[in-house]
T-cell receptor, first 116, second 115 residues
Framework: DAGITQSPRHKVTETGTPVTLRCHQTENHRYMYWYRQDPGHGLRLIHYSYGVKDTDKGEVSDGYSVSRSKTEDFLLTLESATSSQTSVYFC???????????????FGSGTRLTVV | GDSVTQMEGPVTLSEEAFLTINCTYTATGYPSLFWYVQYPGEGLQLLLKATKADDKGSNKGFEATYRKETTSFHLEKGSVQVSDSAVYFCALRSMTTDSWGKLQFGAGTQVVVTP
């Protein structure tokens, strides 16, 4: 979607290798999120960030790490990829804040990762 | 903790049929409620939202009413088109210490509309 891009769009990697996915935004939003989407599980939050160098774990964070050294970039790293991490990964951004009428997430187009 | 429950899919229906996707929630306080749609090969897009009880969100012919008494936010459309084929996600946002205002998503409901 406009203002948020994910790279790569597709990747095939071998078990045991490290993999980094990138999320880049041009909206200057404070909050960024990484989700994985799997059949029967919907969207599950992996990690999120509420500012530069401020990150926290989501519900399925084991085996993943993140970094945010700049407002616009949020990196997701699979430290040693496993077949269970084969999934579609989505990044999302939000401005946050307390004004509910303005609240919402903008999603990237996703990265399809296959671990063989 | 907060949770969202959606009806399981896939939901298959003919063009011009009436669509309902049930969504119920459990949350502390007074959450805001959302419907997102995901078209094939794309990310999720906000479809509509409601921020307080009895509010009705609407967009592209879809509607959903925030029912606090039944903790529900069912999505409806009176006459679907083939282009409405997608996965629909119900979500909530509650401002509690634990949730911190993050969106909590349901599992998604796939809708298939045939000509």
């Amino acid at each position: 979607d406009a203002g948020i891009t994910q790279s790569p769009r597709h990747k095939v990697t071998e078990t045991g290798t490290p993999v980094t996915l990138r999320c880049h935004q041009t909206e200057n939003h404070r909050y960024m999120y990484w989700y994985r989407q799997d059949p029967g599980h919907g969207l599950r939050l992996i990690h999120y960030s509420y500012g530069v160098k401020d990150t926290d774990k989501g519900e399925v964070s084991d085996g993943y790490s993140v970094s945010r050294s700049k407002t616009e970039d949020f990196l997701l790293t699979l430290e040693s990829a496993t077949s269970s991490q084969t999934s579609v990964y989505f990044c999302a951004i939000s401005a946050g804040g307390m004004r509910e009428e303005n609240y919402g997430y903008t999603f990237g187009s996703g990265t399809r990762l296959t671990v063989v | 903790g907060d949770s969202v429950t959606q009806m399981e899919g896939p939901v298959t229906l003919s063009e011009e049929a009436f669509l309902t996707i049930n969504c119920t929630y459990t949350a502390t306080g007074y959450p805001s409620l959302f419907w997102y749609v995901q078209y094939p090969g794309e990310g999720l897009q906000l479809l509509l939202k409601a921020t307080k009880a009895d509010d009705k969100g609407s967009n592209k012919g879809f509607e959903a009413t925030y029912r606090k008494e039944t903790t529900s936010f069912h999505l409806e459309k009176g006459s679907v088109q083939v282009s409405d084929s997608a996965v629909y996600f119900c979500a909530l946002r509650s401002m509690t210490t634990d949730s911190w205002g993050k969106l909590q998503f349901g599992a998604g409901t796939q809708v298939v509309v045939t000509p």
